[in-house]
């Protein structure tokens, strides 16, 4: 009796409360409708490469579309590809988000190339704008050449990723493969014929439209959105973010590196200066931290310390230029070999390279060489900088000593000459406060 007055009492409890009576179990779900609300869409731009940096942006947009319980979550695309380890993570989280992720390559005249294309296949809906493309998704090693044997294993690990995805989504498996071992690449018209996309949109209000009704796959759950007329609400990219992308950039990290190493410097060549060390010290962190996600050639790095050291030294061993020349060289050379990759994007300006090489030749030539000239000129204050000084006798010498007037003072001196009052005298030395003094 006690089990069916249970049975009772849970079935009130399921046909009274909403959220038991809207419940599907393994039926077709709703997403995008809120009770007496107009439905959420959320949107965010990735217009950067695929690195640590851009899989924060998208792991926090899918983590704020979850909190919001947003209907769907867009991501705007244009990339040329990127890092194998950070699109990989990214895959992961749009796998498990409950929120239906739509890829929008847009604005027109984008690209989703690498890893962007592996990223848009893993996406509930693929969309495209007028006028982009989508394609050339074989892997690139980003430290340098690889042997054959280890491009095709590294090939034939992306292309089997590649259709896993595909035909998770029910896209085409045979073109995401294509994409891979030959690199293909289509506009979006070709994308939409060969089933490789979902939807050319105009605009984002025209993807809403488009997307409105289409059931998509959420944890094994079918839901259908509902994003026609829905309240359009921007993820944007924090400051945080913007610094970290921005110093993420190849040129931007050889920059702060130089930076901070002749900063450094400058402050153990003049300590208590403070500054250039806390300002080279920031630099050079930032510089690490960007080099992190980069593929760094050492021997590159040590070249460059190599120049630092022979700049250094002709400033004290007189070489007639050899060593400045060969620190020229060799910052040039290590500069170039820096960063090891055929990705161009991933590559450091040649501009930037000479221009700083240049730069960083002068400081340690010109302004560290006048620096230590200056340390070398003759003190001009204290007990030193009175040697060589004119005085004159204040009181006649006796037994050779007297007293001189020199600034203003009268100081004890002694000299092997006979001075009387009103000789003008120069100072050759100071012992013990007692001027030894010379005729002039």
């Known amino acids: 009796m006690k089990r069916v007055l249970l049975y009772y009492l849970v079935a009130i409890i399921i046909i009274l409360n909403p959220s038991f009576s809207n419940t599907s179990f393994g039926q077709t779900d709703t997403v995008g409708i809120k009770v007496g609300r107009t439905p959420l869409v959320k949107i965010v731009t990735i217009d950067a490469p695929i690195t640590p940096v851009t899989e924060r942006i998208f792991k926090r947009a899918i983590d704020k579309s979850e909190e919001d319980l947003a209907g769907a979550l867009i991501i705007e695309l244009n990339t040329p590809g990127g890092l194998d380890t950070s699109m990989r993570d990214i895959i992961k ?21 690498s890893a962007g294309v592996f990223i848009t296949m893993a996406s509930n809906i693929a969309a495209m704008a007028p006028g982009t493309n989508i394609g050339a ?6 430290g340098g050449k690889m042997d054959s044997t280890m491009t095709e294993k590294v090939a034939n690990d992306a292309a089997a ?136 050639n050492y021997a590159g790095l040590l070249l460059i310390m190599a120049a630092i050291i022979m700049f250094i030294l002709e400033i004290k061993i007189p070489s007639h230029g050899a060593l400045t020349i060969g620190g020229i060289i060799s910052m040039l050379i290590g500069s170039m070999m820096l960063i090891n990759t055929d990705v161009p994007y991933m590559r450091i300006s040649m501009i930037l390279i000479i221009t700083v090489v240049l730069a960083t030749a002068a400081f340690f030539v010109f302004a560290v ?22 005085a004159m006798v204040f009181k006649d010498f006796e037994n050779g000593r007297g007293q001189i007037t020199l600034h203003g003072e009268i100081w004890r001196a002694e000299s092997n000459q006979n001075l009387k009052k009103g000789d003008m005298v120069r100072v050759m030395k100071i012992n013990n406060l007692t001027a030894e003094v010379e005729k002039i």
């Open 93 to 113: 989280r749009i796998l498990r988000s409950k929120v239906p992720i739509i890829v929008y390559i847009a604005p027109s005249g984008s690209r989703c190339a």
């Open 137 to 142: 998704a074989h892997p690139v090693n980003i």
């Open 161 to 296: 990723y590649i259709r896993s995805l595909a035909e998770k989504r029910g896209r085409n498996a045979k073109w995401a493969v294509d994409a891979v071992y030959k690199s293909v690449s289509i506009t979006e018209t070709e994308a939409l014929k060969k089933n490789v996309i979902d939807i050319i949109a105009r605009n984002v209000g025209d993807l809403l439209n488009q997307c409105d009704g289409r059931k998509v796959s959420i944890d094994d759950t079918t839901v259908v959105l509902h994003t026609k007329d829905a309240r359009l609400e921007r993820i944007e990219i924090t400051i945080s973010d913007k610094i970290l992308k921005i110093i993420s950039d190849p040129n931007v990290a050889y920059l702060l590196m130089s930076i901070g190493m002749m900063g450094l410097y400058f402050e153990f060549s003049n300590p208590g200066a403070i500054l250039p060390g806390v300002v080279g010290a920031i630099c050079l962190i930032l510089a690490f931290f960007s080099f992190s996600t980069l593929p760094i």
């Open 369 to 390: 060489g006048f620096a230590l000239k200056a340390q070398k000129r003759k003190v001009q204050t204290g007990i030193e900088g009175m040697i060589g000084k004119t």
